[in-house]
Each structure stands twice: as C-alpha cells, then as structure tokens.
C-alpha cells in the first residue's frame, strides 16, 4: 500500500494531477515533475539538482527539511497562505510560527515576493537593531502576534520593522499550545505508570508482614496515618534485615526495592517514559541513546525528548548565538536542538493515552474495537486540530494507519508490539 509522501504533494503540484495518481507516478513522471520544478524556479534554485530530485523520488527520496522548504517556497514564487498550505497539508510540518522572528519575516517576504536573500537581509537588519538583554516571554502570544501581523503584513518595509521590533519579546520561536499539548500527555501517562507501580508494591507489600508490623509506629517528621510512604517500607526493610520482624524471600525484598527506585523517579522522568514506549530497544534495532525512523515511525531517545522540552532555552542559545555573530557551523548546530513537536511526536503519545483512558473507564466491560478506536481518533483529533496539524486519518498516513492497527478485534496492542511485527521496519 503507497502511503501519502511529499514527493506525491510535489508531483500533484508540478503535474496538476491527483495526488491518488501522483502516488502511482512512473519514474518518468517523476523526472517530468522535477524538470517542471526546476523551469518554475528558474535561476532561483533552492538545492543542488541532485537534492532537488531526491525531493521527486528519482532514483531515491528525500524529504526537504524546514529550511530548504521555505528556500522553495520563494524559489517558486509562493504567497505566504500557498506556503502555509504546504507546510502543513504538503510536508506535515508545523505551520509558519509566528512568534519566530525568522519566520515573521519569512512571511512577509513571500507575501510581498522577496527574494529568499532579501529576506535573509532584513532578518539581519532587526537582529542588529535588538535589544541584546532582551527577556522573551514564555507564554500564550500566538494569536496576538497573528492579529498583529494580519493587521499590518501590507506595511512599507520600514513600518514593518518598526513593527517586528516593538514586540522583539515575544519571538519566543516556538508555539506554547503544541509544547503544553505535549507536556500534559507525557504527564498523563508518567501518572498512570506511578498508579500502576504503586499498585504492584501494594500488592507485593500483601505478600509480606508490613501492614501487620506498620500499625501505630510513628516517624520523624510523618503523619501517624499517611498512605503508602517509601520511608515507612524502608524502615521496615531495615527491620527485616536486623531480625526485628519476619522477614520476606529474597525475590519479594527484590521486588520491593526495584518498586521503590521507581516511584522514587522524578515525576517528570523523561527515561521512565521512554521505557515505557519502547520496553526493549534492542529488539527494534534501536539501541539505547540512539534515535531511530523508518518511514513515519519516530524512536525518540533521551537526547531528542529532552531537545523536545526544552524548546524554549534552545531558542534563547539559538538568539544569543545570533546577536553575538556566530559562524554558520554553530548556527546551524544550535538549530539542529531547536526541534518543533510535529504530529509524529504527538501522536503515539495520544495513542498512549487513550489506550489508558478506556482501559480505566472499561475496567469492567467486555473490550470493543470500535469504542477503543473512537475514544483515540476523538482524542487524537481534537490535540491536532488545536495544533494546526493534519487530522488523524488511517490509510492516507502511514503512522496513522500503523495506529489503527494496534486495535485489534480482541484487545489492543501497543505501539511497540507492532513495530516488532510492522514489515516495513526492515
């Protein structure tokens, strides 16, 4: 089965054809596309042609990243609401982030039909006109900053300029509503895996003389009645070792002390989550510290969600470089951490979610397919739509259709079981 790819979005463009038949295209069709690119371009090349074609699939794909994307869209000739379209429809990128001042300018370039270089020109402008101990403001602008570019994006230059500079603190670069989307998603699942540890050393805990030992003892600085506290079952381990109380098997304090370290995990752990996704990283060629993606499958690690999280400090480091004239190579290697939550981030955490909410709101009922995969697409849509991403739609997308099969008839599987069986991953 062809899933949707951009080198489709590009052909259907160039060729003024579907995309159904730009999914089918010959290697003929392909090269006819990208000469066509090439002449609508002109002299105004965004790559090298050898990238350009990868871009087409002849002979290999390739998809452009975000830079080499707004380089084409002024290649050729696109209004800054084409290259919107794009961005999001074309290439499942965020949309134009309005409150990156690169990208303001960027949109406003192509709205009047700069040049790519012009644009670079007068991004270089505001940053020399910057305050340099600028305090970016970390918080919800996005729609202050849309109206305010609506209203004012037909401005002469110099009024535009005035205009960027006047509201210099709220290019954070990044949008809050996606990062907080992503937050309160991987919190959500951190909190059912502390519920679901608590209840296993709970239950360990049954299996032993604690709940008989506990009653009535009082600890420094705790109250006489407090749930399950991590300092109570460590004194009673303590107990245990100096023969004050029966003492449990070797496996049992085993497990209690594996429970222990978890919980004791901080609630925001970033490995606790990552472990929970993809339980054996080796088994799907993914070791651990390394990344990974085959197709729309995205293997996070440590590194990349931490990049993920800290946007905003990324985007301060990424400035400052800017303000003190940094060299290209460092530029471009701050760049590479100032990564933009795209739906296939969000998704697979949606995905986890929504598995955990029907199983907690079913615990008693027969398990449905049908309810299951509503209560995902319900989930996954509402976050995307907020988003300004694409809707989740099995069967056009890859990682969407990857997702749909993870509901089986009789029970769900996870996402890593079915990347240990997905063909395509070889």
């Known amino acids: 089965m062809r899933y949707y790819r951009f080198d489709g979005y590009l052909i259907a463009k160039m060729q003024g054809i579907t995309m159904e038949q730009a999914q ?34 002849v002979d290999e794909y390739h998809k452009p990243g975000r830079e080499q994307l707004l380089k084409l869209f002024f290649a050729l000739g696109l209004s800054a609401e084409e290259a919107e379209e794009w961005l999001v429809n074309g290439a499942l990128e965020p949309g134009f982030q309005v409150n990156d001042f690169r990208e303001f300018f960027m949109m406003y370039g192509l709205e009047h039909h700069f040049t790519y270089e ?77 519920r679901e540890y608590e209840s296993l050393l709970e239950a360990t805990l049954s299996e032993t003389s604690y709940y008989q030992w506990k009653p009535g003892r009082i600890f420094p600085g705790r109250k006489k009645e407090e749930p399950l506290e991590l300092d109570h079952i460590r004194h009673y381990l303590r107990a245990c070792e100096k023969g004050k109380t029966s003492a449990p098997s070797d496996d049992v304090v085993g497990r209690i002390k594996e429970y222990i370290h978890i919980l004791e995990r901080s609630c925001d752990s970033n490995t606790q989550l990552l472990e929970n996704l993809y339980p054996d990283r080796e088994d799907i060629g993914a070791p651990e510290g390394s990344r990974m993606q085959r197709g729309e ?11 993920i999280l800290n946007v905003g400090l990324q985007k301060e480091r990424e400035l400052q470089l800017m303000l003190e004239g940094a060299d290209n190579r460092r530029l471009q290697e701050q760049r590479k951490r100032c990564r933009l939550i795209d739906r296939h981030d969000l998704l697979p955490l949606i995905f986890e979610v929504a598995q955990r909410r029907y199983q907690a709101d079913n615990v008693r009922k027969e398990y449905c397919r049908e ?56």
């Open 118 to 194: 012009k644009c670079q020109e007068m991004i270089g402008t505001f940053l020399g006109q910057m305050s340099p101990d600028i305090l970016m403001e970390q918080h919800h602008e996005t729609g202050k900053m849309w109206e305010a570019y609506r209203q004012n994006c037909n401005m002469p230059e110099d009024q535009f300029m005035e205009l960027a500079l006047s509201m210099q603190r709220y290019f954070k670069g990044y949008s809050m509503t996606v990062l907080e989307y992503f937050r309160d998603l991987k919190d959500e699942i951190l909190g059912y895996l502390r």
């Open 24 to 57: 089918e295209a010959s290697e003929e069709m392909r090269y006819e596309a990208y000469r066509e690119c090439l002449k609508r371009c002109g002299e105004k090349r965004p790559c090298s042609t050898r990238t350009m074609k990868r871009w087409f699939a």
């Open 371 to 426: 309810e299951a995969k509503n209560t995902f697409s319900l989930l996954a849509n509402q976050i995307l739509t907020a988003c300004n991403m694409p809707c989740y739609e099995p069967g056009k997308y890859e990682l969407d259709t990857i997702l749909d099969v993870c509901f089986g008839e009789t029970g769900m599987l996870s996402l890593y079981d079915i990347i240990l069986e997905y063909q395509g991953w070889e």
């Open 297 to 307: 499958i995205r293997i996070m690690d440590d590194k990349y969600l931490s990049e």
